[in-house]
């Protein structure tokens, strides 16, 4: 099953979607940008991956885009707000660095993983707050961004993974207003005033 893509006439994808793919494709930018300058700057960046395999990531690096959960902000009768809250996972697998001559393990897989981690955020950050990045190609009256956390506590394995490796994750929550498309066509507040004006000047009291 491919990668639901509505048509027009259908009802249309949540705009929190959409925001989930322009954070990939800016990660994706940053990290083909980073390729030219060190190959091994490289990061490979997928979304909703619930059982990332530690073994299979390319390139040591992997950048995973999850949506946690969606709570109700503000609500009218006509229209609410979603609060989006996204998990932004990063994961390094961890390697031995050893020395050319004697092929001795020099510094230890998990603190070579750490020192990489390290740079990977910086990268993703730099990514995720880029000004042009700001609405991740979503309309400004569509999104409105909000706070970015990190934290380096650890990300579940699910896969039991017995390669060493170091996990990370920045929290980013952002506000979607909603307004059901068959209410679109309501009439404003004013034009309610108005109408109401007119009816009553039709009446003599």
């Not at 961890?94 to 740079?119: C, F, K, Q």
């Not at 017995?162 to 004013?190: G, M, Q, V, W």
Request: hydrophobic share 40%.
């Amino acid at each position: 099953m491919g990668v639901v893509s509505p048509e027009s006439t259908a009802i249309q994808q949540y705009v929190w979607v959409l925001f989930q793919q322009g954070i990939k494709a800016a990660l994706q930018a940053i990290s083909d940008a980073q390729e030219l300058i060190n190959p091994s700057y490289k990061f490979k960046v997928e979304t909703n991956l619930y059982r990332p395999t530690i073994e299979e990531i390319e390139n040591m690096a992997l950048v995973n885009i999850l949506v946690d959960n969606i709570q109700a902000g503000l609500v009218t009768d006509f229209s609410k707000n979603h609060i989006v809250t996204y998990n932004i996972d990063c994961y390094v697998r961890g390697e031995n660095d050893t020395d050319v001559e004697d092929g001795v393990s020099l510094i230890p897989a998990d603190e070579v993983a750490v020192e990489r981690l390290h740079y990977l955020c910086a990268q993703v950050e730099y990514g995720l707050t880029k000004l042009e990045n700001y609405y991740m190609g979503i309309s400004p009256g569509d999104v409105r961004p909000g706070s970015l956390s990190l934290s380096f506590s650890p990300v579940e394995d699910a896969s039991q993974s017995a390669t060493p490796y170091a996990p990370a994750r920045f929290i980013l929550s952002c506000e979607f207003p909603y307004t059901p498309k068959d209410h679109e066509n309501l009439p404003s507040i004013e034009q309610t005033f108005l109408s109401m004006d007119d009816w009553a000047s039709r009446f003599i009291y």
